[in-house]
């Protein structure tokens, strides 16, 4: 017997290190999951990292886009039946540039994964949920703090906290409980990227500066942020709604 047996689970950004970590835990608790990506090439590589064939079924799509959000649930709820867990995990960094200095469609680029998404899998999702559900919603350690030159995904991450809020209490009548998990730096490809363009944007190694300023003195690894998304998913966060789940080392401390 698992905390999730049963349980039919969709993951957003279920090709990247966050999404497939959190995969894995679910399965290992008896969960069905479907992962959500916009690349072929990254899902053929998650989907070669899980046994349970049986278990998981995968969408290619823009989690932007109103037709596709529609299709990857209605493509779980044929395989599965109502949706218990919506995990919306899909996210895009933008650049490093000051505000002066952003360009308006990467701004508009990083509003529309991290926060239209959201808002679409939410809207279409929920009335293919099964009550006493639970929504995750990846924000960050920058949905609570700021800093210069990353305006648009400072913006995106605080917007989705009052998204999850709003939704939470629409939500709660059904007790389908609604929160959002703030991770610290994540050792993986997404942080590398955005730590390689901002060592380049500060002239300094932007790694070894973020971990001066976390207590553990550390990044996480994806896992150790699964476990608390697990945790949220799971009917072992059943009093938790509306909530920040920081998972950040100490950051925001």
Request: aromatic content about 4%; some cysteine.
């Amino acid at each position: 017997m698992g905390i999730m047996d049963d349980k039919v689970c969709i993951i957003t950004g279920g090709a990247g290190s966050l999404g497939l970590a959190s995969a894995k835990l679910m399965l290992k608790q008896g969960a069905k999951v479907m992962l959500v990506d916009n690349s072929k090439e990254l899902m053929e590589k998650a989907l070669n990292e899980l046994d349970d064939s049986e278990s998981v079924i995968s969408s290619i799509a823009d989690v932007s886009d109103v037709e596709q959000t529609r299709s990857y649930i209605d493509k779980a709820v044929a395989k599965w039946g109502n949706i218990d867990v919506l995990f919306s995990n899909a996210g895009l960094s933008g650049m490093h540039k000051p505000v002066v200095e952003y360009p308006e469609d990467n701004f508009d680029a990083v509003m529309a994964v991290n926060v239209r998404a959201s808002f679409l899998a939410c809207k279409y999702g929920l009335p293919k949920m099964n009550d006493n559900g639970s929504i995750i919603m990846t924000s960050s350690i920058m949905g609570v703090k700021a800093g210069p030159g990353i305006c648009a995904y400072v913006t995106s991450k605080h917007a989705l906290i009052g998204l999850m809020r709003t939704v939470a209490l629409e939500a709660a009548p059904r007790n389908i409980r609604v929160n959002a998990i703030c991770p610290g730096p994540v050792d993986n490809v997404f942080q590398n990227n955005i730590e390689k363009e901002a060592s380049e944007m500060i002239g300094a190694d932007a790694t070894e500066m973020i971990n001066s300023m976390i207590p553990l003195k550390r990044h996480a690894e994806p896992d150790e942020i699964a476990r608390t998304v697990l945790f949220l998913a799971s009917g072992q966060s059943s009093f938790s709604t509306g909530s920040v789940f920081m998972a950040d080392g100490g950051m925001n401390v």
